[in-house]
Each structure stands twice: as C-alpha cells, then as structure tokens.
C-alpha cells in the first residue's frame, strides 16, 4: 500500500480559490487511480475527482467546471484545484489511492468556505 499526505486545505470566502495536495510514498508504482473525496458534517463521504493512471479523469456533477485534478508522476502527487467555491464545498477532504488490491486514505485536509 502507500502513505499519502494531504496539505492546502483551509479557511476561504465564497468565490475564492484553493489547491489541496497528496504526496503518495510506498507502493506507488502499483496504483491504479488517485482521487478526492469529501465528507460534510453529518453526511457520507462522497467522490469528488478521480485521476486514473492514463489521463482520464472523472468528477461529481456538483464540481463540474470549478475543480481541476491533475497528477505529478515525478513528485508522486496529486492536486486538485478548487475554484468559485460555495459554503456547500465545506468538508474534509481525503485524498485516496487504489490498486488491484486495495486501496488507501489519507487523514484528511478541513476545508471551510464561509464570510
């Protein structure tokens, strides 16, 4: 498996700008995809982006046109910029990474959008 290591997470304005990051180490030439999901108070998590080995990339409809993944294969990383913000993008967001056989989650970044 593989350790991964959330960083940018914050406070922000509605309408602002973040980039969260996730620094895979370990196993990494076994991964398949690498992802974001978040989880809201009270809610299940859900999927944000995915970035697959190649370039194909998939997203919630509710992020559609606001939020970028993008991956770094010779820094192991994985960002996912985030842009036009709302209140309801207020979660934790956890980064993930999966193989074959299994899958891993980073501890999660808290990301507050709010005046």
């Known amino acids: 498996q593989v350790q991964l290591v959330e960083s940018g997470g914050g406070l922000v304005q509605p309408g602002g700008s973040l980039r969260l990051s996730c620094a895979a180490s370990g196993s990494i030439l076994s991964i398949a995809a690498m992802g974001w999901y978040r989880q809201a108070p009270g809610k299940q998590r859900e999927l944000v982006a995915t970035?697959?080995?190649?370039?194909?990339?998939n997203y919630a409809d509710s992020v559609k046109g606001r939020f970028t993944i993008s991956r770094d294969n010779t820094k192991n990383t994985v960002y996912l910029q985030m842009n036009s913000l709302k209140p309801e993008d207020t979660a934790v967001y956890y980064c993930?990474?999966?193989?074959?056989?299994?899958?891993?989650w980073g501890q999660g970044t808290q990301v507050t959008v709010s005046s």
């Open positions: 970035a697959s080995i190649g370039t194909s990339t």
């Open positions: 993930n990474a999966r193989a074959t056989t299994w899958s891993s």
